[in-house]
């Protein structure tokens, strides 16, 4: 008889530990750790991309971002990764890294990344688009042209 009271122990004890994995796998996992509004968010408020002597001649391209911050940034704040596309040569680079921690909802940033400058172009490219993507929040990724001199939201047509 005092075995099936160990046995019934047993199986109270590992049907108990079952179902708190379970639950601890639902809050993990389903359940969002952060309401979209309380994650890092940017405002994009002005892209500017103009060509530039590139690092080893020729030309590259040099992109200047102003944001706002549209929410509290965390002490480890998220970067923009800004990629541009000209015809088909591609390059990528890093902007506002370290320089967005602890800022708070409405503060105002500028930076600037020179793109292309290792791999640069003989002639100045015409027609180039960037995509800004922070590494992580609630900002999609935000596409802009540069075409002609000028930078536009969007994508290129």
Do not use: W
């Not at 996992?29 to 002597?53: G, K």
């Not at 708070?104 to 180039?128: E, H, I, N, Y």
């Amino acid at each position: 008889m005092s075995f099936l009271r160990g046995s019934v122990s047993i199986a109270v004890i590992v049907g108990l530990f079952v179902a708190v994995v379970v639950v601890v796998v639902v809050v993990v996992v389903v359940l969002p750790s952060e309401p979209a509004e309380a994650r890092p968010s940017v405002r994009y408020i002005a892209v500017d991309a103009h060509t530039a002597a590139a690092h080893t001649g020729g030309h590259g391209l040099t992109v200047s971002i102003e944001l706002e911050t549209t929410s509290r940034m965390p002490h480890v704040a998220p970067h923009v990764n800004v990629a541009a596309r000209c015809g088909s040569a591609t390059d990528e680079g890093k902007v506002f890294f370290m320089d967005l921690s602890n800022a708070m909802p409405g503060d105002r940033k500028v930076d600037t990344v020179r793109l292309f400058g290792v791999r640069s172009f003989a002639t100045p490219p015409d027609r180039c688009e960037l995509t800004l993507s922070l590494t992580e929040g609630a900002t999609p990724p935000q596409r802009y042209c540069f075409h002609g001199g000028r930078t536009t939201p969007g994508a290129c047509p």
